[in-house]
C-alpha cells in the first residue's frame, strides 16, 4: 500500500504531465539563453545541466551550439517531447527531481535552471539549491530565473488565477509555487560571486492582467 506522501507524489506526477500532454508552452530557446552562449564558450563551458528542462526548448538548443547537455525533468512526458525534439539525440534526457539529482559532485561546467526551482516547497527549493550548487564545478557560472513576489499571482486564490501558465496550473491544482525576494536569492546563491540579480518585468497583452509578470534574473560564479 502507498503512503500518503507517495500518493501525493504520484498525483503531482500526473498533473506535471497533463501539462506537457499538448507540447510545450514555449519552443524556442529564450533570448537571455542565446545571449549567454558566447560566454560560455569563453567560459570553457563543455557540460551543461538543465535543471527542469521541460520539453527541451534551451537543452536542444545548446546541444545545437555544441555543448554536452543532460536535461532532467520531473515530467515523463515533458522529457519524452524533448526528445522527440532533439536532431541528433545528443542529450542526456532523464526523469527525476531536483531535490535527487543523479550527477556526480563537480561534473558540470555550467547549470541552468530556468523556472524550475520555484515550483516546489519552500524546504525543497533550498535542497534543490544544495544538489545543484554541489553539481557544480567550482569557478564555473549558474544561471537561475525564477517568479518573483511581486508576480500577480503571488498569494492569488485558485479561482482568481487567468490565463494559462506553469504557475498559474499549478495553483489552480494545488502544487506548490515558491515566489522570491532579492534576499532570499542572495542568501541561497551566497557563495557565489554574482554578476547579475535583476529584477525584470514582463508586459503581457491579456486583457485581465493589469501589472507585468516580474521574475528574478541570477547569473553568477561558484567560489
Same mark, same amino acid.
Given at each position: 500500500?502507498?503512503?500518503?506522501?507517495?500518493?501525493?507524489?504520484?498525483?503531482?506526477?500526473?498533473?506535471?504531465?497533463?501539462?506537457?500532454?499538448?507540447?510545450?508552452?514555449? #519552443?524556442?530557446?529564450?533570448?537571455?539563453?542565446?545571449? +549567454?552562449?558566447?560566454? =560560455? $564558450? *569563453?567560459?570553457?563551458? /563543455?557540460? !551543461?545541466?538543465?535543471?527542469?528542462?521541460?520539453?527541451?526548448?534551451?537543452?536542444?538548443?545548446?546541444?545545437?551550439?555544441?555543448?554536452?547537455?543532460?536535461?532532467?525533468?520531473?515530467?515523463?512526458?515533458?522529457?519524452?517531447?524533448?526528445?522527440?525534439?532533439?536532431?541528433?539525440?545528443?542529450?542526456?534526457?532523464?526523469?527525476?527531481?531536483?531535490?535527487?539529482?543523479?550527477?556526480?559532485?563537480?561534473?558540470?561546467?555550467?547549470?541552468?535552471?530556468?523556472?524550475?526551482?520555484?515550483?516546489?516547497?519552500? #524546504?525543497?527549493?533550498?535542497?534543490?539549491?544544495?544538489? +545543484?550548487?554541489?553539481? =557544480? $564545478? *567550482?569557478?564555473?557560472? /549558474?544561471? !537561475?530565473?525564477?517568479?518573483?513576489?511581486?508576480?500577480?499571482?503571488?498569494?492569488?486564490?485558485?479561482?482568481?488565477?487567468?490565463?494559462?501558465?506553469?504557475?498559474?496550473?499549478?495553483?489552480?491544482?494545488?502544487?506548490?509555487?515558491?515566489?522570491?525576494?532579492?534576499?532570499?536569492?542572495?542568501?541561497?546563491?551566497?557563495?557565489?560571486?554574482?554578476?547579475?540579480?535583476?529584477?525584470?518585468?514582463?508586459?503581457?497583452?491579456?486583457?485581465?492582467?493589469?501589472?507585468?509578470?516580474?521574475?528574478?534574473?541570477?547569473?553568477?560564479?561558484?567560489?
Amino acid at each position: 500500500m502507498k503512503s500518503p506522501e507517495m500518493n501525493e507524489m504520484s498525483s503531482n506526477l500526473s498533473k506535471w504531465n497533463e501539462i506537457y500532454s499538448e507540447g510545450s508552452i514555449h #519552443e524556442k530557446p529564450s533570448r537571455e539563453i542565446v545571449n +549567454l552562449v558566447p560566454r =560560455l $564558450k *569563453s567560459d570553457d563551458v /563543455i557540460e !551543461i545541466l538543465d535543471a527542469g528542462c521541460g520539453t527541451g526548448r534551451h537543452s536542444n538548443y545548446l546541444a545545437d551550439q555544441g555543448f554536452k547537455v543532460h536535461g532532467i525533468d520531473v515530467s515523463s512526458e515533458a522529457v519524452k517531447i524533448a526528445e522527440a525534439n532533439q536532431k541528433n539525440n545528443t542529450v542526456d534526457y532523464r526523469v527525476g527531481s531536483l531535490v535527487d539529482l543523479p550527477f556526480s559532485p563537480d561534473s558540470m561546467d555550467f547549470i541552468l535552471a530556468n523556472h524550475s526551482l520555484e515550483y516546489a516547497s519552500d #524546504e525543497d527549493v533550498r535542497k534543490s539549491v544544495k544538489k +545543484l550548487d554541489a553539481a =557544480l $564545478k *567550482s569557478g564555473k557560472p /549558474i544561471f !537561475i530565473r525564477v517568479a518573483s513576489t511581486q508576480h500577480p499571482f503571488y498569494q492569488a486564490k485558485p479561482a482568481d488565477i487567468y490565463g494559462f501558465s506553469h504557475i498559474g496550473f499549478c495553483i489552480k491544482n494545488g502544487l506548490p509555487v515558491h515566489f522570491f525576494e532579492e534576499d532570499e536569492l542572495k542568501d541561497l546563491f551566497k557563495n557565489y560571486k554574482m554578476e547579475r540579480l535583476e529584477h525584470v518585468a514582463h508586459e503581457v497583452d491579456h486583457g485581465k492582467i493589469s501589472v507585468p509578470l516580474r521574475e528574478w534574473v541570477l547569473f553568477g560564479y561558484k567560489e
